[in-house]
């Protein structure tokens, strides 16, 4: 047994059964469990060839992934209503005696829609049924609500360069980055829609919130971002929310996951970038120095189908990412002559030049003796006198502080040439770098540039178990788990 099999079936064995144990539980507690949010509705009317609208038709709703059927009747309107229904592939069958029966298949439920069929039945001159293949757009008659729906269509069909599924959020319309970079890192919801606040969208995976507060700023961020190949749709809802979206102040994306089906399915993959195809950065180029190495590998699995057929189903998936990014670092580090006290170049760096005596002619180039402070009431505080010639602390000797009342063990050492320096300081400057030679554009405080790759570590999984007790009683259960760490 491989190394992956072994770890797909220890992680499917660690998370089945609390999720069972989860879902035995709901079965046994005496509540009512509502509908989430990310249910819909399929409603029509039902008229003869005359226009004429037919009450108490026997209408059918069919899952045709998972086999589910729903049942109804049409009222005094002709109206028929299933109300909950999970997003999916559906068909509807209307029968009534005296006329055809009449289906019409692939009626596509997006999240939180509305869809709208209506049938025209045929007066019966032989027993026959007319099949209805062709599904029409209509305009959303039921409500107000507007947004982008993102399916598997755009899921597989868009490049992911980073594989991060909420980036497809910028296909909805009024949907821009944020310029606030105090938000950059409030993933998944780090966007504007049509002027509102930046970072307060709320993001739902399954009916549940993935989103945390910021009680400090105000801002939401995500705290769990699904595989692209574990998503089966997101909508984008922008404006006019229904009343059980109230923590969001600008939009909220919607997403549900996939679900295992009557078939099994399921797929593997493994996306790769590698130093050879990629180049090498403008500051490297100019330093003439080589693109480190960069390696990145996004690959895993899905693996969906029937536990037992019409009834229950599993949808799992594995994603794991190994990552080397190309990085360049930029400091200023201790020079040569820093290291052995010599801090001559601190005056010239501040645009002044030494006297005859020593002293910097810029002030702020100039070092001095932290012993020869002595209060000044104008100044609030103590005002240093004595200068160290030609900042080069390593030929200064210091004569201490006046103040006897100084204890002798935080004196320098009397006569000693170097005497401010402290060996600790001293040591921890000799383990930096040395400044890179021929540095273009070199200062003190930037003579340093070196690449390296940061490397990080990511691996999640979901799984989902979806299951019929009855027409109006349907369970669904998720457990995913993320865990990460980078070194710089």
Known sequence: MSAFTSEVISNCGRVFFPVLLAAILLVLIPAVLFGQAYFGTVSGVLTDPTGAVIQGAKVTLLDLDKGYK?????????????????????????????????????????????????????????????????????????????????????????????????????????????????????????????????????????????????????????????????????????????????FSGASILNMVTRSGTNKFHGSAYDFIRNTITDANNWFNDRQGLPMPPVHRHNYGGTIGGPIFKNKTFFFFDWDGTRSSDMSTYQAGVPSTAERAGDFGEVCAANGGSFDSTGMCSAIAGQLWDPYSGVYNASESGAVRSAFIPYNNIGTYISPGSPNPLLPPNLQPAPGVAGNL????????????????????SASIYDNWIATGAGRSYNDQFDLK??????????????????WNHYIA
């Open 465 to 482: 178990i979806d299951h019929r007790f009855s027409e109006k009683n349907l369970l669904s259960a998720k457990y995913s788990e993320n």
């Open 421 to 440: 320096i402290d060996p600790v300081a001293q040591t921890m400057m000799n383990l930096f770098p040395l400044p890179t030679p021929n540095m273009a």
């Open 70 to 246: 729903f049942n109804a009747k049409s009222d005094n309107a002709g109206r028929y209503l299933f109300v909950s229904i999970p997003p999916g592939l559906y068909s509807v069958t209307a029968e009534m005696q005296g006329f055809e029966k009449t289906v019409r298949t692939r009626i596509r439920l997006n999240v939180t829609e509305n869809a709208t069929a209506d049938l025209t039945l045929k007066i019966a001159s032989a027993t026959q049924s007319v099949e209805v293949k062709a599904q029409t757009q209509t305009i959303a008659t039921e409500d107000a609500v507007t947004g982008q729906v993102i399916d598997r269509k755009f899921i597989n069909d868009l490049p992911l360069i980073d594989r991060y599924v909420m980036n497809l959020t910028y296909l909805a319309p009024g949907i821009t980055d944020m310029s606030d970079q105090n938000h950059i890192g409030d993933t998944g919801t780090n966007f504007v829609f049509n002027g509102s606040r930046g970072a307060s969208a709320d993001v739902l995976m399954d009916g549940a919130s993935m989103t945390n507060f910021d009680a400090n700023g105000g801002a939401t961020d995500t705290t769990y971002t699904p595989s692209p190949e574990a998503v089966e749709e997101f909508k984008v809802q922008q404006s006019n929310f229904s009343a059980e979206y109230g």
